[in-house]
């Protein structure tokens, strides 16, 4: 299982933006759709989907988080028609943030947000190797911006299979950005490559709860560490969640609860949901009474 996993937030449309993904991409499969029911958001599908092999989960649990373009995802292509055929299907009934083109740092790329609101740096990787194709693009903004190597050090430093791969700055003032600024940061974290930039121009979006990373946990020993390294608002945790103390959402979660959700009768499965849905951090041995009707 991979430590890390990217978590999308739907209104209703997980299960339709799963199928609309998958269809984009080589590679990429759903592997399962579940509901849970009685929620305080009511049911919930729940779809675990792969995109050219890389791990994703999406939720429909009602219209209380939006996506922004503060978090995005690269796809790195090899070709420029695979650029374009990619592009073609993404644009459709979306938003372009940036114009598809010639720039400094690709013959071919372009920045759209879909139909969905999800947002995508389709980019023609030239002779780079291509280790992962989809790497998600943290745009540290508003207060936060100026603070994107402190964050990749942050991360980097909690995780322990982790480090920093390359940091590019703003090597002059170019507009709101400072020099010194980070214009991309390229790092890796439990194997799964990230991006990072700040970004100091009006922007009216932040990190927010629609997209987030789950940190997949084997004991009660690293949910308590993962929780105490990056919890910094108490106000936002609930049900494994939390946010960092640049407005990132993470969950923490117990590989053990994956199982129970997977493996569980109807009758489990209902009794581990009601249980974690009073808890802030998870705990593990009281979801296994919960799993076994204790």
Same mark, same amino acid.
Request: aromatic share 12%; net charge positive; glycine share 6%.
């Given at each position: ?98 114009? $598809?083109?010639?720039? #400094?740092? @690709? *013959?071919?790329? =372009?920045?759209?947000? &879909?139909? +969905? /609101?999800? %947002?995508?740096? !389709? ?106 390294? $990056?919890?910094?608002? #108490?106000? @936002? *945790?609930?049900? =494994?969640?939390?946010? &960092?103390? +640049? /407005?990132? %959402?993470?969950? !923490? ?21 009601q249980a974690f849905l009073k808890m802030k951090k998870f705990d593990i041995d009281k979801l296994k009474k919960a799993y076994e009707g204790k």
């Amino acid at each position: 299982m991979q430590k890390i996993v990217t978590h999308l937030w739907y209104d209703k449309e997980a299960k339709e933006a799963a199928q609309f993904y998958t269809s984009l991409i080589p590679n990429s499969k759903i592997n399962s759709i579940r509901t849970i029911h009685d929620t305080p958001t009511g049911d919930c599908d729940i779809v675990s989907f792969e995109l050219a092999g890389q791990p994703f989960m999406a939720i429909s649990a009602g219209p209380f988080f939006k996506f922004n373009p503060s978090i995005s995802f690269h796809i790195k292509c090899k070709t420029t028609d695979e650029v374009d055929a990619i592009w073609a299907k993404l644009s459709k009934d979306g938003k372009v943030l940036m114009d $598809l083109g010639k720039y #400094p740092f @690709s *013959e071919r790329y =372009g920045w759209v947000q &879909d139909k +969905y /609101g999800l %947002s995508w740096q !389709i980019i023609f990787a030239g002779n780079d190797p291509i280790h992962q194709k989809i790497v998600p693009v943290l745009m540290f903004t508003g207060k936060m911006a100026g603070k994107t190597e402190e964050a990749v050090n942050l991360y980097t430093s909690i995780f322990p299979n982790a480090k920093v791969n390359f940091i590019s700055r703003y090597d002059k003032d170019t507009g709101a950005d400072k020099k010194g600024t980070v214009k991309y940061a390229h790092f890796t974290m439990e194997g799964m490559e990230f991006g990072a930039m700040d970004s100091a121009h009006g922007h009216n979006f932040t990190f927010n709860e629609a997209i987030s990373f789950i940190v997949n946990c084997k004991d009660q020993k690293e949910i308590d560490y993962y929780w105490g390294k $990056l919890s910094a608002d #108490p106000k @936002s *945790e609930q049900c =494994g969640w939390l946010k &960092d103390k +640049y /407005g990132v %959402s993470w969950q !923490i979660v117990p590989t053990a609860m994956n199982e129970m959700m997977v493996k569980g009768s109807k009758d489990q499965v209902a009794r581990v949901t009601q249980a974690f849905l009073k808890m802030k951090k998870f705990d593990i041995d009281k979801l296994k009474k919960a799993y076994e009707g204790k």
